[in-house]
């Protein structure tokens, strides 16, 4: 088991790639905390884990305020005796729009829930691993977006590219704690967020999925694997790095055959 024994937070675990992390890192032996805004979806998913003999336990969270991560972040600690990683995975597709018809409102509500929150989570945790001597893990959720763009991804692309640019500088400051910070950057992935980017237009959903080189769509599983992955010790030498979940896709695969 890659997490057996192992303390860690999932954000965003009601839905897609984060409850898709909760199951997987269950399954891998860990205790999880699990934050969202939707309390009843994370009592359901709590439920099932704690079913199959997992240990879980569910905060219902605003994490686009310094006050809502704060206290997420004493819960899981209090609630799970401890916090041994962290996958900071909450996110919003926000106004998919083009730039023109943005407005302020969008950047701000777009900008702090996927990459204030994620700063605010990442200090937090940082502290609390150092202050503790605890060697940590954290992963955060990113997107191919980062480096690549759609018509309309202009605030959430930045957000994104801001997650990156945050992970690398991040690392080098806390490398010599043993503390880890790292990034996956899902491309078209099986989610409600994947389709709401493309309006439910299943036509154009089929497009986008028949552009990467596996001629589909990743599952969130596939994502999760990743993190799971950096999140163990199996991963002690990985540090500040953006590792894509894409098959492909954002090194130019969309271009083949």
């Known amino acids: 088991m890659l997490l057996k024994g192992k303390k860690i937070l999932v954000t965003g675990a009601s839905s897609g790639i984060g409850m898709a992390a909760a199951k997987l890192f269950s399954s891998e032996g860990a205790a999880v905390a699990l934050a969202a ?8 998913l709590v439920a099932e ?3 199959a003999g ?7 969270a605003d994490i686009s305020r310094t006050k809502g991560v704060t206290e997420m972040m004493e819960q899981a ?3 799970l005796a401890g916090l041994d990683g962290a996958f900071n995975n909450a996110g919003t597709i926000g106004n998919f729009s083009p730039m023109l018809n943005q407005s302020e409102q969008d950047w701000d509500e777009t900008i702090n829930v996927n990459l204030k929150s994620v700063w605010l989570s990442s200090q937090w945790q940082m502290r609390y691993f150092q202050t503790n001597d605890i060697k940590g893990s954290i992963v955060n959720t990113s997107s191919w977006l980062a480096s690549g763009a759609l018509c309309g991804s202009s ?3 930045a957000s994104k590219a801001g997650i990156d640019a945050f992970v690398r500088a991040a690392a080098i400051e806390v490398a010599n704690s043993g503390i880890r910070i790292n990034s996956v950057n899902p491309g078209g992935i099986n989610t409600e967020m994947t389709r709401e980017a493309f309006n439910h237009d299943k036509l154009i959903l089929d497009m986008f999925s028949q552009q990467h080189p596996a001629k589909r769509l990743g599952e969130p599983t596939e994502v999760a694997e990743l993190a799971c992955w950096l999140l163990s010790e199996r991963a002690s030498f990985v540090n500040g790095q953006a590792i894509h979940v894409d098959s492909g896709y954002t090194i130019g695969g969309q271009r083949g055959s």
């Open 155 to 157: 605030v959430y692309s």
């Open 49 to 51: 884990i704690k079913s």
């Open 77 to 79: 600690v209090n609630r």
């Open 54 to 60: 997992g240990i879980a336990v569910a905060i219902e």
């Open 37 to 44: 805004r939707r309390k009843n979806k994370l009592d359901a």
